[in-house]
């Protein structure tokens, strides 16, 4: 197949990318740089771009002979989305409409969408299914629940095939540990609870210890990079037979902020300094996945389901890039 990868400079894009190379498929990166790191880019064409230019996506489409699409390319950050909201809007919502409307031009009508349970808000039960209202707390999660609904109208206008795939916690490093996560500035609990291992910080916040939780911290389910990708490569196939798909993509086992942090420090032999500090607003006590509709109708099994495994490999990539990424 040949696929765009829109964002595929960063952290997941990259691992896709590899993933799809690897299997013989024909990846086409496109990403402006802003986020990503060129250092990650596997060997396969390359282009740097914006998502809001228009003529270069319908150019690039055309060029490539691309058949399906994959976007990774929004903004993640929940806290700075209620900062600066029309920041998220513009790059999430208004670059996703102009990327489906180059797709539609040129005909290209498979899209698989990087969504995220952001878009259930503050749960009403867990583990959380696909079913579950939809009530987003943050204009991040907005954006992604507003790109879904984009998607379900254009697929039933028969413009469109896609999978909207939302993720829990992705963690880890994918292609033996040389493909991790370099978010700059990092706000991810494994790779700041890492780098305190390391001595690159002086130590990793714990934001609220007094959760209705086993151990008062929040509790989060983290799913290793690579089986992520392997569930956006089986929904993309199954693209194929099916015009609308939705799936929850996680591991299914919750493990609290204290767990993350000591499992940590299991895996890097490191004792480091832990802050205990104040909630942050917007922040649920739990949320944990029910995939069983991935695992049943794509046949996906996630192979890292052990959190020391999933942080090893972590770890091991913040070893050989102690400084993230060489630009």
């Known amino acids: 197949m040949r696929i765009l990868i829109c964002g595929g400079a960063g ?5 896709m990318t590899s993933l799809l190379a690897a299997g013989e498929h024909r990846p086409v990166v496109y990403d402006n740089l802003s986020k990503g790191h060129k250092a990650a ?11 809001a230019d228009y003529n270069l996506l319908v150019e ?3 060029k490539y002979e691309i058949d399906s699409v994959m976007h990774f390319a929004a903004f993640i950050e929940a806290g700075e989305s209620v900062l ?14 102009t990327l489906l409307t180059a797709m ?16 259930y808000g503050t749960p009403q039960h867990v583990p959380i299914a696909e079913n579950s209202p939809t009530a987003p707390i943050n204009p991040y999660g907005e954006t992604k629940l507003a790109v879904e609904r984009m998607c379900c109208h254009q697929s039933r206008a028969g413009k469109l095939r896609y999978a909207s795939l939302r993720y829990f916690n992705a963690a880890g490093a994918g292609a033996n540990s040389t493909l991790g996560e370099d978010h700059r500035p990092e706000s991810h609990l494994i790779p700041l609870a890492i780098a305190a291992a390391m001595g690159k910080s002086d130590a990793v916040k714990i934001y609220g210890t007094d959760y209705p939780t086993p151990d008062g911290t929040c509790i989060r389910d983290y799913i290793h990079i690579e089986d992520l990708c392997r569930a956006h490569l089986l929904a993309l196939v199954k693209l194929d037979t099916q015009t609308e798909l939705v799936y929850n993509l996680g591991n299914g086992n919750g493990y609290s902020v204290r767990e993350v942090i000591e499992t940590v420090k299991k895996v890097s032999g490191k004792k480091f300094k832990v802050i205990e500090s104040q909630r942050r607003p917007g922040d649920p006590p739990i949320l944990t996945s029910d995939a069983s509709k991935a695992k049943n109708e794509l046949l996906w099994k996630p192979k ?6 999933i942080i090893d490999s972590a770890w091991q990539w913040h070893n050989k890039y102690p400084q993230g990424y060489p630009d």
Request: aromatic letters at 12%; hydrophobic letters at 40%.
């Open 11 to 15: 952290y997941i894009g990259s691992n």
């Open 60 to 62: 690039t489409l055309k």
């Open 41 to 51: 880019v596997a060997d396969c064409d390359f282009v740097e771009g914006d998502l």
């Open 104 to 119: 539609e031009a040129v005909g290209v009508e498979k899209f698989v969408f990087s969504s995220s349970a952001a878009v």
């Open 84 to 97: 600066n909201p029309l920041k998220y809007y513009r790059n999430n919502i208004s670059n996703t409409q």
């Open 304 to 309: 890292w389901a052990e959190l020391g495994k």
